[in-house]
T-cell receptor
Framework: NAGVTQTPKFQVLKTGQSMTLQCAQD?????MSWYRQDPGMGLRLIHY???????DQGEVPNGYNVSRSTTEDFPLRLLSAAPSQTSVYFC????????????FGNGTRLTVT | QQPVQSPQAVILREGEDAVINCSSS?????VHWYRQKHGEAPVFLMI?????EQKGHDKISASFNEKKQQSSLYLTASQLSYSGTYFC?????????????FGEGTQLTVNP
């Protein structure tokens, strides 16, 4: 099993560009989430999904969109990249949400210039 | 509501013990603990559910005091491999089943 797969691993964007970070899991997990990690600030929740077709906002959703059309995939879209979105992004999934362990992908390191 | 972790950093010699604390101002349903090594993804250690149970395996254990909304992670006879940043993640009762909110982390360094 691959677990949680994130692509790309690294990305450099110019201010104003848009892009999609991909996340896929092969564990049949219902719950998927996106976090961003900045130095000294821990992991902050951007968006999450409790199942296909259902998404909701986390702590820091502004500037990001998500959709969940299948159980396996949970892409994160940056609408108009800003330098403040420079961060490491982690996708995580679990069987039933916060009642079960989160499995993290290897992360995407994004730099916005 | 982000949980508060303490201490922010701790340095140990191999074989020493450490305690990392996690507290919340909100009523909690569950607490998770993860360890992250530099440049890697966080890795799950354990979950504690409402009920005050204590969990552990090998030399790492944890407790959850639901009256105080506090959890503690105990690392005994530390090994070099324990080095990394430890995060607690909390599920509040008011958002039960949906969000896991992480603290800022505790950086643990184990020296020979």
């Amino acid at each position: 099993n691959a677990g949680v797969t994130q692509t790309p691993k690294f990305q450099v964007l110019k201010t104003g560009q848009s892009m999609t970070l991909q996340c896929a899991q092969d564990m049949n997990h219902e719950y998927m989430s996106w976090y961003r990690q900045d130095p000294g600030m821990g992991l902050r929740l951007i968006h999450y999904s409790v199942g296909a077709g259902i998404t909701d906002q986390g702590e820091v959703p502004n500037g990001y969109n998500v959709s969940r059309s299948t159980t396996e995939d949970f892409p994160l879209r940056l609408l108009s990249a800003a330098p403040s979105q420079t961060s490491v992004y982690f996708c995580a999934s679990s069987y039933t949400g916060p009642r079960s362990p989160l499995h993290f992908g290897n992360g995407t390191r994004l730099t916005v210039t | 509501q982000q949980p508060v972790q303490s201490p922010q950093a701790v340095i140990l010699r191999e074989g020493e013990d450490a305690v990392i604390n996690c507290s919340s101002s909100k009523a909690l349903y569950s607490v998770h603990w993860y360890r992250q090594k530099h440049g890697e993804a966080p890795v799950f250690l354990m979950i504690l559910l409402k009920g005050g149970e204590q969990k552990g395996h090998d030399k790492i254990s944890a407790s959850f005091n639901e009256k105080k909304q506090q959890s503690s992670l105990y690392l005994t006879a530390s090994q070099l491999s324990y080095s990394g940043t430890y995060f607690c993640g909390t599920e509040m009762e008011e958002t039960s089943g949906s969000r896991l909110t992480f603290g800022e982390g505790t950086q643990l360094t184990v020296n020979p």
